[in-house]
């Protein structure tokens, strides 16, 4: 009863934030220079499409009710059309969505399995050597630009040993079902999650050093290696069990960086998903896009947050519910 | 300063800094071409006349890379400044004037949080044009309220302070207390998240850039890759370089908050302090039990300090027989919980054993401070838990917050006994739960669900687990309430004569000791300076710290006397050693104490003092 009430609230908690996304969204268009039919409906549209999203939006109407119609809008999953293709920008971006999925998840489960392990490994000799030369690795990580990154590996594996593509998601002339498909995909997905990886693997080894090296620095540490359980078990079965929940929380709180690296990644790699889509959006300055997808990140965000806040609850016994 | 400096991470970043900036301001009278001249010809490799080589049209990249050092210390200088600036005013104002203003401010902190820095500033700078003023503001809006919620708790906890109090109880008006008292003192996290705020902004305008989205004036870093990505194949050089001097600066920016943020936290840096460790021995397999259950001589054990090393146990002697119980008191610090720890080999990691023998039952477990193993195994393991246990002072931290009790218990015992299998761990635990008086139901509790005198009767129950024949137990009663000690005590005292196990009792309540001990060790400054039977030290105390902890024990008659039985700071053993080491607080020191260490005297039966003035029994 009280799990649920938690859930609710927290759930509820997510309206403020789709509220303050979107009303700055439309902020931004009001303040933006220039005419606001021609923004969302591009410089070139015809009388008619203009007159259209002129309607749509209201734009003759007093300025809170042209907010109330946009919230409404959006609420009911109108992200508005795109210039170039006419289509719903939902749909668009939707379509997109299996692409950026595979490529963002694949690394982040990567990252968060390598970086644990690393991290943990140089957790139990916290100021060796090892442990400083690791360190000072994963902070050079994350502060490699991962477009950059991106580039130097196809500079690597695709133009001076040619081993690997470093375009697209399939090759032109590759099977179109079964194993030969999948293997297909994944050649193709070595590089890109590659890169992507530098964005979080230096976070997670970090993380997850300092979080076991805190654990291990805890009296109930002190018991069970007291009781003689062998190191192993006290380092994967105690400390590390203890240790995971804070990399569970920073997951949600990562996933704006990851989704930030996944659209330069898919820039260099040309990867068909969102990150993509936004770019060529950017190219035609095709603004509907940009605000969908700007709409559509920030509450995946949103949401990544709220589901590590839920996981976290019912993994820590201590959260009371 | 010095000492932050020292740090190679620290002082290596803190140089590429000061060179990053110095190559930024000296770029106008640098002897290099102008960065936007299409002078020489294209695609050059590196070379003598063009030392990176040059671009597509011909343009010097070492210039375009000196100028681009201009764009992205600024980027990073403003929009970590303007955001800093919004989040101290909007953090600060939160934190101070709390209550309703503090829980819409902290909220909208939340949400604004939640929103990607990147997406945002891509849609700003497509609705607005790619102005580099733009991309700073925009930077700017989207992680201020990282500041904004560092200095919220800053202040929060300084708000508190009594100088703030005082100064607002002689008639300083809010804001002259805010911007001159609290928000001066609170800044420190701020400048270490500043810097790793400045990477972030030259990491975000660079990938800007890289989408075409950056100043088309301006030389970027990012822009040069976006060029450069077009002949990557032909010109390498123009991709490569530019992105090195990103990771270059960045990476120093990231280190150098990174490097402040550990030395800022001390707490941070204890855990890199590490004793070495001494060799395991190994000794025979012993033949027949002795009769001691325990016997200790000369036992050392050191912590290792940034400035010092202390010697926490410094050549502790004593035997206990089986079924015995010895009482180890002193303050805070004398290294009673030192010596229970170097026992059980359980140590913290800047520990380490230094010298002595320790005889477990006729089984050596340390030889001349080298842990002893016998047949490959270290001994110590193999009497730990099973036939010496100990109970952890504070049993909530000393029990696994995210498991159950029973969870613990059942694999504490299956470690031991993995033959028994799951059903008679349950049985065990049931029955020690019986014996420590708590309702088997409440086994599937987690530690934090039992009340404080409960987890201290799991953490007893853990320790018999095993029917041991020697308990450890560390201030087992110091956290809970005068009643509910009593009764533990009582129990434990109870259990004892019953199972007919030999106790060690570390605490620093002489009156404790009085009612569950047979003998008595008095510590002090890491020795034992006195010894004896319990009726005798209460009787005739021989040291004047053993009569000075006694008058401190509250009387039926009269109130506690602790302060004025024992003035002073306890004697911290480190470097070399003249005298006696109580010398200072004591009411009876001498020349003679000062100048020369004390003997050990033996002034009765079973009872030694260490000091000039004990007599000696004929």
Known sequence: ?321 | MRQVLRRPAIALSALVLVFALAVALAAPWLPLPDPTAMAASPYEPPGAAHWLGTDNFGRDILSRLVWGTRLALMVAIVSSLISSLLGIVLGSLSGYFGGWIDGIASRAFDVFLLIPTFFLVLLIVALFGSGIQYTMVAIALTTWPRSARIMRSQVLTLKSRTYVQAALSAGASHPWVLARHIVPNGLAPIVTDGTILMGLAILTEAGLSFLGLGDQNATSWGRMIFEGQRHLRLAPWMSIFPGLALLILVAALNLLGDGLNQALNPQLQRQSLRAKRREPVDRPSPQAAAAPILEVRDLRMEYRLEAATIRAVDGVSFALPAGGSLGIVGESGCGKSSMGAALLQVMAPNAAITGGDVVFAGRPILSEGHPVRIDGQEAIRTIRWTRLSTIFQSAINALNPVMTVQQQLVEAYLLHRPEAGRTAALARIGELFDVIGIPRRRMASYPHELSGGMRQRVMIALSLLHEPELVIADEPTTALDVLIQDQILGEIDELRRRLGLALILITHDMGIVAETCERVAVMYAGEIVELAPVERIFERPGHPYTQALIASLPTVSGPRRVLSALPGEPFVPTGTIAGCRFAPRCRMAADICRETVPPRVITGEGHEVLCHFAEASR
């Open chain 1, 1 to 321: 009863m009280r799990l649920r009430r938690y859930v609710l609230l927290r759930v509820l908690q997510f309206v403020p934030v789709t509220l303050v996304v979107i009303v700055l969204n439309f902020l931004l268009i009001h303040l933006a220079p220039g005419d606001i039919s021609l923004l969302l409906a591009g410089e070139n549209a015809d009388p008619a499409y203009l007159a259209l999203v002129r309607e749509k939006f209201g734009l003759d109407k007093p300025f809170l009710e042209q907010l109330w119609r946009y919230l409404v809008q959006v609420a009911s999953g109108d992200l508005g059309l795109s210039f170039r293709s006419r289509q719903p920008v939902l749909g668009e971006i939707l379509e997109k969505v299996p692409a950026t999925l595979l490529l963002v998840g694949t690394s982040l489960l990567l990252s968060v399995a390598i970086g644990t392990w690393v991290g943990t490994w140089i957790a139990r000799r916290p100021g060796s050597t090892l442990d400083s030369a690791v360190s000072f690795g994963a902070v050079a990580l994350f502060s490699v630009p991962v477009f950059w990154f991106g580039l130097m590996l196809i500079l690597l594996f695709t133009v001076e040993i040619p081993i690997l593509p470093a375009m697209g998601m399939t090759s032109l002339d590759g099977p179109r079902s079964g194993i030969g498909y999948v293997l297909d995909i994944a050649r193709h997905m070595v590089l890109p999650v590659a890169a992507l990886m530098t964005v979080s693997v230096g976070q997670y080894v970090r993380l997850a050093r300092t979080s076991v090296a805190d654990v291990l620095g805890e009296h109930f540490i002190t018991t069970v290696r007291a009781i003689g359980f062998p190191e192993r078990t006290v380092l994967q079965h105690y400390a590390l069990r203890n240790a995971l929940l804070p990399v569970v929380t920073v997951l949600g709180l990562q996933l704006g960086l990851v989704l930030t690296g996944a659209v330069l990644t898919e820039t260099v790699f040309s990867w068909p998903g969102l990150g993509r889509m936004i770019y060529e959006a950017i190219l035609a300055r095709d603004t509907p896009v940009i605000m969908g997808a700007f709409i559509v990140m920030s509450l995946t965000v949103a949401l990544a947050s709220l589901v590590t806040d839920l996981v976290y609850a019912a993994l820590d016994p201590r959260v009371a519910l």
